[in-house]
């Protein structure tokens, strides 16, 4: 493909995008939202924690494939939140501020899907293909698009942060806890 189609391309993605309420989040949405929001108003963890911040802000949505997964109301409730803090109060430090600044993140997370899903449901209600029957490029399909257009936006930022993303006998630990 040479220069001309990838603009010419590019400008298709970019023209649907803005034509179509593009809200559904994919995990570097979700990553780049929380880093702008915390650029903006200030983070609510110190820097040597931000990976485990980031990190948390998109862990909600991991392993949920299609969004169907039962486990969605639990890793998307402040419940699931509290009993991370519960099972931080245990650990010793620095195990005890990571966990406590994953579940800020994971707050960050929720609130950023309170606004994108809103009233009107996820974004896959919002149709891009109408020709198309199946849900997956609804969803998937704006996730991707606006995943691009925020990687694009934060990539140099963003290179600069190592995620520090939860590890499985802990995610056991908070999902006894809770």
Known sequence: MNKRHAMQALLVVLLVAAATPAMAWGP???????YEAGVKSGFPVSDDL???????????DVGLDDGKSEDYGVYHSEDYAKAMEAVAQRRKSPDREILQARAAGMRSHIAGDSAAHGKTGYAE????????????????????????IMYDRNKEALKKQSLNFIDV??????????
């Open 169 to 178: 006998d802990t995610l056991i630990e908070i999902r006894k806890e809770y």
């Open 28 to 34: 570097v949405s979700h990553i780049s939202l929380s």
């Open 125 to 148: 209600a919002k149709i891009m293909f109408p020709d198309i029957q199946t849900g997956l490029p609804k969803h998937t399909t704006n996730e991707l698009i606006v995943d691009m």
């Open 50 to 60: 931000l990976g485990a911040y980031l990190a948390g802000s998109t862990e909600p």
